[in-house]
């Protein structure tokens, strides 16, 4: 469960792809990559660690002491993301998105626009990476504004308006930003999966997207 956000950008992708090939083989060979190359990463580190905590003597007491506290911290922040939603119900702070899709889709009918659609979650690590280097940035502000209505779906705790919107425009795992047309229709090709990508490299794309939208 822990876990999920870190693996879900790349295993829903790759489960997704194999469900549509219905290939047994392919996907044991895709799978079992997968997993020799997450684990092997960890077996190689375990070999590098072993050798120098051996050489350090007492010094690692103080490196364990250090590894354990710092352990102790991710699992107090999973912690608070966990019963943060009985403690105190989720607020959305940013005033740039709409919260609410069928607002959203309202005024992208007054205004002619089209509308950007970000799926995120509070316990979502890559949800956010992609607000520090993307979303902050008022340039990206200002090109999205010019053709589309910004619009946040927040799936934090799974509510009856993130399940619907998955399921309807098929979403396999957040961070998951959409591009629709007037018509409420996903420009072709312009999903976006996962973080990682610039801000000068997403302004480009919504300038793109834009005219295809017109095109459509």
């Given at each position: ?77 999973y912690f608070q993301i966990l019963v943060k939603p009985w403690i105190a119900p989720h607020i959305p702070h940013d005033p740039y998105f709409l919260y ?69 425009y098929d979403v396999q795992g957040l961070p998951t930003i959409l591009f629709l047309d007037k018509a409420g229709q996903e420009i072709n090709g312009s ?26």
């Open positions: 469960v822990f876990a999920a956000p870190c693996v879900v950008p790349v295993v829903g992708p790759l489960l997704f792809y194999i469900s549509t090939t219905r290939d047994v083989v392919l996907g044991f060979i895709l799978m079992l990559s997968y997993a020799q190359g997450l684990s092997l990463l960890f077996v190689m580190f375990s070999f590098i660690s072993n050798r120098w905590i051996t050489k350090s003597g007492e010094r690692t007491r103080w490196v364990k002491n250090i590894l354990g506290t710092l352990l102790l911290l991710v699992a107090l922040f609410d899709f069928e607002q959203a889709e309202v005024l992208a009918g007054e205004q002619s626009k089209g509308i950007v659609v970000d799926f995120y979650a509070d316990w979502c690590i890559s949800c956010h990476e992609l607000e520090r280097e993307v979303w902050s940035q008022e340039t990206v502000r200002q090109a999205v504004r010019q053709s589309f209505i910004p619009a946040k779906i927040d799936c934090t705790d799974n509510n009856e308006q993130c399940e619907t919107l998955e399921e309807a999903r976006i999966m996962g973080s990682g990508i610039s801000a000068e490299e997403f302004i480009k794309r919504v300038v793109n997207y834009a005219q295809q939208a017109r095109q459509q």
